[in-house]
């Protein structure tokens, strides 16, 4: 591991920018769940989830991904509001869309985040590796393309002709480092050579670049961010296809199947050890263990702070060569926790909606309650000048007391209503 790395300024802010399947989840999710204890180490990690997802892709320039939205313009900025909040504590960033940034994004993202005070981190694993991890992704975001057409089209068509254009700048990973290079400059940027042998290396390797103690982060066991089987991507990208070709609004799939029926299925359902690996065929494995190797050898000699062995960038995982066409039939305990997962979303959206709908109820029986007192007490000053001698007493909390109970009982009626309600849709 690189030396000194506790010595980097106390103004420092941190970014990481990915790029995508090289453990950003792992560390987001450790960041995340150690929220509350960084302000006593002088850090804060920005955004209220795991990565702030909508504030990269507008710095960056990207659409939302399909089945999204943004619900606002101005994530960015409020991320960068959040930032410049944090005083007197360093802040840590951390998004993989950061990497899709071409040359003018990303001195703009380093600019409006500090200039010269930000320090970019990277987080690299053999290409070898990341193909089919890239690909089940994809897939999980609307894909149509098998495995060989993709792999066919990504390593051998212009970008222009492929179906995630951006797949290179993601993942030429020399061309990634030296992008961010030439705006931050050596001093300012660290790369991690993932390995994937020892689990602790990368959370270590953050504890180092920030300076927390040995420890501090601890992996975030409710999330499970596994790849999807071979059999279980092939699930999905057929239904991709019944789901376009059907011309459905693209917002129930984010809703119901990206953020429902996928987390869902991979955190409840795990295919055995030999199911679960995609193989890439020795071709694709070959060009990408060649472009790896490449990399190692450019990202060598920028005296860049690298944590790890440049070397496992050209590495080919053996167990991973292979044909990806056996097995594309999910088994049934997989079906059943697909089909849960969806349900599970359509009723957290209901319960959403429904409490949604409470607070606006309750809300507009406070407006109706404020503004029946406020002409109450109109009416009793009114009252009360015109006949003082009659009136001497009466104020105007007693002349609203029994309008404010109307309101209550308002609030009530709106609530049993609320309940009807769903007591007739369960039972239909």
Known sequence: ?????????????????????????????????????????????????????????????????????????????????????????????????FCEADDEAARRIVEDLGGSRVHVIVTLRPLAKILSAQWQQFVQAGLLHSYEEWLDVTFNRPPSEQPIPTFWRRHDHASLVSRWLEIVGPDNLTVIAVDDSDPGMLLRSFEEIVDLPGGFLAPDETQSNRSLSYSEAEFFRRFNREFLGHDLDELLYGRYIRRGLAPHLKYHYRPA??????????????????????????????????????????????????????????????????????????????????????????????????????????????????????????SARRLVRELVKRGIRKVGRARRRLSRGRKNRVAS
């Open 273 to 394: 050890r030999e199911d679960a690996v995609i193989r890439t065929p020795a071709w694709a494995m070959e060009r990408a263990a060649k472009l790896g190797a490449e990399s190692e050898t450019t990202l060598s000699g920028l005296g860049l702070r690298i944590m790890g062995d440049l070397a496992v960038l050209g590495e080919i995982p053996e167990n991973r060569v292979g044909e990806p066409s056996e097995g594309e039939s999910i088994s049934a305990e997989a079906a059943a926790h697909a089909l849960v997962g969806a349900l599970v979303a359509v009723e957290k959206r209901e319960k959403s909606r429904e409490k949604a709908a409470e607070k606006a109820a309750e809300a507009a029986a406070r407006k109706a309650a404020d503004a029946a007192r406020e002409k109450a007490t109109k009416a009793a000053e009114k009252a009360r000048r015109r006949d003082p001698d009659r009136l001497p007493n009466v």
């Open 1 to 97: 591991m690189a030396p000194g790395m506790g010595a980097l300024p106390n103004d420092t802010r941190f970014l990481h920018i990915g790029p995508f399947k090289t453990g950003t989840t792992a560390i987001q999710g450790a960041f995340h769940l150690a929220r509350p204890r960084l302000k006593e180490q002088g850090l804060a990690y920005i955004g209220s989830n795991r990565q702030p997802a909508g504030a990269a892709q507008q710095a960056v320039g990207l659409p939302p991904m399909f089945g999204s939205v943004h619900r606002r313009d101005s994530y960015w900025q409020e991320l960068l509001d959040e930032v410049e909040a944090v005083e007197g504590l360093r802040p840590i960033v951390s998004s993989e869309f």
